[in-house]
């Protein structure tokens, strides 16, 4: 047997070297926590950036932390060993960002989003401590290739989609800012769920992220928040003779803290993200247990760990779902009392939230932090009603993530009455108070008021999570300009009326850390060479970009460095799906989550109707530029239409790449399980972005922010952010088809027939013939069917209204792509010229329209 502590790499007991060493390891460690230590109070000191010491720590976390020597450990202890060590190099720096915001007392952004779309942590963390390759050296030396580590990782996949991963690109923002925010969020057991594909239809696995352990997150066990659900209300007078109400609960769980560091981009600034994880209380069940039924016991506390077991997989069509109210309301319960409980100090009054402290709500999973607030401050802290909604009004802002109205949250008033039956009476009171305010402004307008009302009566008595709030917020901003002329116009239009000063927009972005410097080495190494490395924190900079567009030279490299961008995604798809792409090709993209409103189906039809001309003799194959088509999307398992539609993309993938009729000119790749990991890989090899949903349906898109900034060339409609990326880069360097959202509204009000341009456009009817026929899904008929039949009797997003103008965009595409170096020019424009789409950009937006933080602490 062999004797473990025997093979360890470092001296077995590392800590006994010489006191001043020790005392040095603590110092730079941040380790130094007592208070009385001399070192406590003062700046807490950097480890030495050196290969050396990375060495060391290295082999200690993995000696000392996974138990393991270097000849016996795995891939996951070493990537385990890795994470830790460079998570204790931002360590120090987190304390002390800590320490500087507890002395300052200015306000902080409370960002509540029940979504973050993390992506991978690890490359991440060493761009910001600039560690990369003292990381990579260090590793060599024990004969670790850092590459075969980061694949290890799993990323966290706590979002959906676009909302998620914009809460994950603006915490980075915050921190690149030095502005002082806490991200508040859920730590689910299981993120948004594995897709694969048996035989060409989607199968959700559950993503157990955290079962090889997640080396980031802190917990802390200890600092448990109680939350209460169900029960009912009483009346009581106080000491004092006043009118108060007793929340008597029905049943109560834990929240526990989990810390995630989110550091800033090089400059010592490491903000927070707090996730809750639910776990039963004892009180809780010690009640079962006394009646004797152990076992039930137990289960219930299943029940109440279940809060925050698994995120629920609906992107912008929420299900009303019992338990995603309690998980809204357990984590925003959690974060206010978190706030004022452990961030503040033990004498804080709670007048002076406004001062400390704005709420900004991530859509409307949150908006229950409203009467939360409400009970906390009436309830709790005894203030009148009148001044408790004064504050409340001031804490809180809230940004509008859509325009589908289906995607408006409401919750039944019996389901809000029986889970918290306090909160259905303060949104009761606040509604009256809230009414008064419409009728004084709107006399005799009683079906203003009825459209108004926080309460909806259709199909049932529920509240209306948009307009709760709209009522409390400070602002309300949509996420394009157009997205929030909408909002403005047409879904908020009566409260934009009352309050115009309350609506305003801030267009969404996206980071440049993530989404060029990491995810495009080449580019960005081509980028630094020519106008230095500013822009990594600054991406404006890049419009001195712009006069090399005309330089022959500098446009060669941006070909070379798009050229080995597909060399790179050619080996990640062959290794990752076993796919093979063809080389040489215009590399078409179209990868965000499968939905009718975003129009995968269109895409469909247009390599449908190239395939069928090129088969039926009417295109001749040489006149066609070589294409590959590549999707990546999930649906929402509930989702039938979705799901069909990723059926018949798969089935047409493996006709058309099999058919020798078409080798050579089309080709389609539909990776499953499109994450962030993904389009970090597939996104700088693109040359075509796909942004063709229907105008006045996409809020903004930030899928298009990260092709352009990655020099692909966009065809899209008019429509969320791709109004103002075409107005940035220019129409020469965009292509644009379809109608816009007035035409779309016009044709709507006309009353629209799908079918009349499937009798009169021949393309298109052959195409749908094709589908229909059963040639993609081995003659089965039925297969097609409900696809086909939705397009040609609902088609409620109007692909066909938009087909031929999308296929007259693309046949300009592809006279565009037969000019090399005019095609350059316009993907260099696109880069050079897409600076705004920054988050940082969004950030400075906020704090000046909404927060008015201070920013560089
Ligand atoms: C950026 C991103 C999205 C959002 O894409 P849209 O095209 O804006 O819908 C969705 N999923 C992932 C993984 C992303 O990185």
Not at 282 to 301: H, K, M, P
Not at 456 to 485: C, F, I
Not at 506 to 525: D, H, I
Not at 778 to 806: I, K, P, W
Request: hydrophobic residues 40%; proline residues 4%; glycine residues 8%.
């Amino acid at each position: 047997m062999t004797d473990t502590a025997q093979e360890l790499d470092l001296p077995q007991v590392a800590t006994q070297t010489t006191p001043g060493e020790g005392h040095a390891y603590l110092h730079e460690r941040g380790a130094s926590l007592e208070p009385s230590h001399p070192l406590a109070r003062g700046p807490v000191a950097s480890p030495p950036h050196s290969v050396d010491a990375f060495v060391k720590e290295f082999l200690r976390e993995l000696n000392y932390g996974q138990g393991v020597p270097l000849s016996r450990s795995s891939l996951n202890d070493q990537y385990l060993a890795l994470a830790r060590t460079v998570r204790g190099y931002l360590t120090a720096r987190w304390l002390e960002t800590a320490r500087k915001r507890r002395s300052h007392t200015e306000r902080a952004v409370g960002y509540l989003s029940a979504e973050y779309l993390l992506g991978r942590q690890l490359d991440n963390a060493l761009l910001a401590t600039d560690l990369t390759q003292i990381a990579e050296d260090a590793l060599h030396a024990c004969g670790i290739e850092l590459d075969a580590l980061r694949q290890v990782e799993v990323e966290p996949g706590l979002g959906n989609g676009g909302l998620g991963r914009l809460a994950a690109c603006f915490i980075d923002s915050m921190a690149t800012m030095g502005a002082p925010c806490i991200g508040y969020g859920l730590r689910y057991e299981y993120g948004i769920f594995k897709q694969t594909f048996v035989d060409g239809r989607q199968i959700e696995i559950p993503d157990n992220w955290l079962s090889m352990g997640d080396p980031w997150e802190i917990a802390h066990p200890e600092m448990e928040v109680p939350v209460h659900f169900g029960g009912h209300t009483e009346r009581y007078v106080d000491e004092a003779g006043r009118d108060r109400v007793k929340w008597i609960h029905g049943w109560d769980v834990l929240g526990i803290r989990y810390n995630y560091m989110v550091p800033g981009y090089q400059n010592g600034v490491v903000n927070t993200l707090r996730l809750w994880r639910a776990r039963a209380t004892r009180a809780f069940d010690l009640d079962i247990f006394n009646a004797g039924d152990y076992a039930q016991a137990v289960r219930s506390q299943t029940f109440a760990e279940n809060i925050s077991k698994v995120l629920y997989p609906e992107d912008s069509t929420p299900q009303g779902k019992e338990l995603r109210l309690q998980q809204q309301y357990f984590f925003v319960a959690c974060s206010l009392y978190d706030f004022i409980k452990h961030t503040q100090p033990t004498d804080f009054d709670v007048r002076d939230l406004p001062e400390r402290i704005i709420f900004q709500l991530n859509d409307t999973h949150p908006v229950i932090a409203i009467p939360e607030l409400m009970r906390l401050l009436v309830d709790d802290y005894g203030l009148e009603w009148e001044d408790a909604w004064g504050i409340t009004r001031q804490c809180f802002a809230y940004t509008c993530h859509t325009l589908l109205p289906e995607a408006l949250e409401v919750w039944p008033v019996s389901l809000m009455e029986r889970l918290l039956p306090r909160h259905m009476e303060i949104i009761y009171r606040i509604n009256e108070g809230f009414l008064d305010e419409v009728r004084e402004a709107y006399p005799g307008d009683e079906l203003r008021v009825r459209r108004m009302s926080i309460i909806g009566d259709h199909p049932e008595r529920s509240v209306r999570m948009a307009h709760l709030a709209t009522v409390a917020s400070v602002k309300v901003n949509g996420v394009a300009e157009l997205h929030s002329q909408l909002l403005r116009d047409k879904v908020l239009n009566d409260f934009a009326e009352l309050w115009p000063d309350k609506f305003t927009n801030v267009t969404n972005g996206v980071t440049p850390r993530r989404f060029v410097r990491q995810a495009n080495p080449y580019l960005s190494k081509l980028i630094t060479d020519t106008i230095g490395v500013g822009w990594v924190a600054n991406l404006d900079r890049l419009e001195e970009l712009e006069v090399y567009a005309e330089d022959e030279d500098f446009r060669e490299k941006f070909r070379a460095v798009k050229a080995a961008n597909k060399e790179r995604i050619t080996r990640v798809l062959q290794r990752r799906d076993g796919i093979a792409l063809p080389e040489g090709h215009l590399l078409d993209v179209m990868v965000k989550r499968l939905h009718e409103y975003k129009r995968q189906s269109l895409k469909l039809l247009h390599i449908v109707t190239l395939y069928d001309g090129i088969i039926s003799g009417r295109l001749d194959p040489a006149s066609v530029t070589p294409r590959t088509v590549v999707f990546g999307a999930k649906a929402a398992p509930g989702y039938r239409m979705a799901k069909e539609t990723i059926y018949l993309i798969n089935s047409a993938a493996t006709v058309i790449n099999a058919d020798p009729r078409v080798e050579g000119r089309l080709f389609m790749a539909f990776p499953a399980n499109y994450n962030v990991t993904l389009a970090e890989r597939l996104i700088p090899a693109a040359d075509l972005s796909e942004q063709i949903s229907l105008a006045g349906k996409e809020a903004s898109g930030t899928g298009n922010m990260k092709f352009a900034l990655n020099g692909a060339l966009t065809i899209g409609t008019d429509d969320g952010a791709n109004v103002e990326i075409r107005r940035l880069v220019g129409d020469d360097n965009f292509f644009l088809f379809g109608m816009d959202e007035p035409q779309v509204a016009e044709l709507q009000a006309r009353g629209y027939r799908p079918a009349d341009y499937y009798e009169t456009n021949e393309n298109l009817r052959s195409a749908i013939n094709l589908i229909a026929s059963g040639h993609f899904t081995g003659g089965d008929r039925d297969a097609a069917g409900l696809f086909v039949g939705d397009l040609l009797s609902n088609d409620a997003f109007l692909a066909l209204a938009d087909y031929q103008s999308y296929m007259d965009a693309q046949a300009r595409v592809e006279a565009y792509y037969a000019d090399q170096e005019a095609w350059t020019k316009s993907a260099i424009l696109n880069v050079a010229r897409s600076g705004y789409f920054s988050s940082d950009r969004s950030m400075r937006d906020y704090i000046d329209r909404i927060w008015h933080v201070k920013t560089g602490v």
